[in-house]
């Protein structure tokens, strides 16, 4: 099946600092990578849904000036969780979707927690 | 509105079956996917149904009836590495995944 990377897989940082999240594909190209937030013991949460080459569509209540993201090529999209605060700690999965039949592909997720 | 539904919590017994529904209403539907996710992980792809039936996949199984908005997953011969959640997932008509809460299994001895 298709291979979808992320990095790091973990990271802690100060509050106020910006931490920035790899999503990559690695054996197909992804016209559409997703984003989302999952906090202990509750389901995933869409935050936004990015296609390469255009802006992302970011879910009601999810601030785009504060998670940036940005889908600069095929295989490549990023997420910059900015001046982030303690509440931002949480488990970030990218996934990525296949041109046909359109499968999500997940990636190991990267759980951030900010000090 | 768009709508998945799935019990929050199930307990099983090592060796046994379990059934986990999902039903959903959405705008569309271009299929249906079933997650499995153990804590502290990513959600991994267990099944795919976009025709009424049953898929048989070695010990899991998944049914999907869209007439009634309705599915489910088969678990057989229960181990305790099964112990996990499980999302229903719904792409709608716009090929965006609806997410279901996830079903938490625990499977006891």
């Known amino acids: 099946g298709a291979v979808v990377s992320q990095h790091p897989s973990w990271v802690i940082c100060k509050s106020g600092t910006s931490v920035k999240i790899e999503c990559r594909s690695l054996?197909?190209?992804?016209?559409?990578m997703f984003w989302y937030r999952q906090f202990p013991k509750q389901s995933l949460m869409l935050m936004a849904t990015?296609?390469?080459?255009?802006?992302?569509?970011?879910e009601q209540g999810v601030e785009k000036d504060k998670f940036l993201i940005n889908h600069a090529s095929l295989t490549l999209s990023t997420l910059t969780v900015t001046s982030a605060h303690p509440e931002d700690s949480s488990f970030y999965i990218c996934?990525?979707?296949?041109?046909?039949?359109?499968?999500?592909?997940f990636g190991p997720g990267t759980r951030l927690t900010v000090t | 509105g768009q709508n998945i539904d799935q019990p929050t919590e199930m307990t099983a017994t090592e060796g046994a079956i379990v059934q986990i529904n999902c039903t959903y209403q959405?705008?569309?539907?271009?299929?249906l996917f079933w997650y499995q996710q153990h804590a502290g992980e990513a959600p991994t792809f267990l099944s795919y149904?976009?025709l009424d039936g049953l898929e048989e996949k070695g010990r899991f199984s998944s049914f999907l009836s869209r007439s009634k908005g309705y599915s489910y997953l088969l678990l057989k011969e229960l181990q305790m590495k099964d112990s996990a959640s499980y999302l229903c997932?719904?792409?709608?008509?716009?090929?965006?995944?609806?997410w279901g809460a996830g079903t938490k299994l625990i499977i006891k001895p």
């Open positions: 959405t705008s569309g539907f271009n299929g």
């Open positions: 054996d197909f190209q992804a016209t559409t």
């Open positions: 990015s296609n390469e080459g255009s802006k992302a569509t970011y």
């Open positions: 996934s990525a979707q296949d041109r046909e039949p359109y499968e999500q592909y």
């Open positions: 997932a719904v792409r709608d008509s716009n090929y965006q995944l609806i």
């Open positions: 149904n976009v």
